[in-house]
């Protein structure tokens, strides 16, 4: 994971890049941040446009600080001022030709500010690309960048971006020069989609992660038996992660008499629901809800844990996971993994190889693969070998680097 990199830019055109993102850094998307500073660090500078700011400030735990400067959108007030301004953003918005109802109109207006806020921002910097993360609101201001700067843009479509952007995301690959996107599930379903009209624009590359960081050292346990066992899992408290599952196979274990503890991190709206289903279960001695934590302390807890656990769901609304990247890190800390045969998840998990998967929906399921483990001490450290293994040799950063070059070169040259 640590040798040097197999391509860089020396060669060819520098690339400057400005990165749409509608937060940065926002705390479940480290793996955007990983990119970042892995492309600066094969020589690329990177611009991020930030449509938000964070509310408060988030501690990085990467051991390499980010060059990239960070631009934020001015106020209204300041684009306005511009007659230049209000020339292109007019000409930007009434030159769509798609439906101009009360709604569509004023997103359309919207991201016509942003952009021509950062525009006006980026008049410095000699930008040879623009990418966004997420077919949302940041891939829309990203073409309209694109326009205004006559250069090329691409984008990385994730999960709820694809799965609940049907009526969008066929527009938006059409736009751009290249689309990335994270998972071989996600790559088959926007083709099956599209038809195959965008298959040679279409890109897989898995999200990279930093073996070599030593936050993601862990110091192997010689059993997961020898002390109370810890359950964690880290999610937001949302219906597609499956969280109300695990919480009633821990339940079902302690009725087995199992001595065992669950640490749940992170917020969302099923917050109340899920403490609620605790108390009235009677299992609120063995679960602790931290909330949202920062990514250190993520980290320390994981490392003192025995098991993680993140049974996703396809929720009612069709939303779902792509590929967590929590369960990457937690393989790399040598803990072994439990999750769902969803989506791109058996992508990384081969079930009773590299992790378990159960069937999502399924408490039972879940208890008996927690159960398998901490009473199969040979099963429960082959799985954490293999699956170390699997990480450092297909989730390698820097293989994903290599790729993510050659296509921002070629998207310069042409």
Not at 8 to 31: D, G, H, M, Q, S
Not at 77 to 98: A, H, M, P, T
Not at 295 to 309: C, G, P, T, Y
Request: glycine share 4%; hydrophobic share 40%; charged share 20%.
């Amino acid at each position: 994971m640590g040798k040097t990199p197999s391509i860089n830019i020396k060669n060819n055109k520098p690339l400057c890049l400005a990165y749409v993102i509608e937060r940065f850094p926002a705390p479940t998307e480290y793996f955007i941040l990983n990119e970042i500073i892995s492309l600066e660090k094969r020589g690329v500078k990177i611009v991020v446009l930030s449509i938000k700011k964070n509310k408060s400030r988030i501690p990085l735990s990467n051991p390499y600080t980010p060059q990239a400067i960070v631009i934020y959108p001015f106020g209204l007030y300041q684009i306005l001022c511009s007659l230049r301004g209000i020339k292109q953003l007019l000409k930007i918005v009434f030159s769509n030709k798609g439906a101009f109802h009360f709604r569509s109109f004023f997103k359309q207006l919207r991201d016509a500010f942003f952009s021509v806020s950062f525009e006006k921002q980026l008049k410095n910097f000699k930008i040879t690309h623009i990418h966004a993360h997420f077919a949302f609101i940041a891939t829309d201001i990203g073409y309209i960048l694109s326009k205004l700067l006559n250069i090329n843009f691409s984008f990385t479509a994730h999960a709820q971006d694809i799965f609940l952007n049907k009526q969008h995301i066929i527009g938006k690959m059409e736009c751009a020069t290249f689309v990335l996107t994270c998972t071989k599930y996600n790559l088959n379903y926007l083709n099956i989609l599209s038809e195959n009209r965008f298959k040679k624009k279409l890109h897989l590359i898995y999200h990279g992660i930093y073996g070599e960081n030593k936050s993601f050292h862990h110091h192997q346990k010689p059993s997961p038996i020898v002390s109370k066992l810890q359950i964690l899992t880290a999610a937001r408290l949302v219906e597609k992660k499956g969280t109300i599952y695990l919480l009633k196979a821990i339940k079902l274990l302690v009725e087995r008499g199992v001595n065992i503890s669950c640490i749940i991190i992170g917020n969302g709206p099923l917050k109340k629901e899920l403490e609620c289903f605790v108390n009235n279960t009677g299992i609120n001695s063995y679960v602790t809800f931290l909330g949202s934590k920062n990514r250190s302390d993520v980290l320390q807890i994981m490392e003192n844990s025995d098991i993680f656990a993140l049974p996703s769901i396809i929720a009612s609304n069709g939303d779902m996971d792509g590929l967590p990247n929590v369960l990457l890190e937690a393989m790399l800390m040598e803990i072994p993994v439990i999750s769902t045969n969803i989506s791109a998840i058996p992508e990384l998990i081969e079930n009773n190889v590299t992790g378990i998967l159960v069937p999502e929906k399924d408490e039972k399921a879940i208890a008996d693969a927690i159960y398998k483990l901490i009473h199969n001490p040979k099963f429960y450290h082959s799985i954490i070998c293999n699956a170390k293994n699997k990480i450092i040799q297909k989730f390698n950063i820097n293989l994903s680097t290599d790729k993510l070059v050659q296509l921002f070169q070629r998207s310069c040259k042409n």
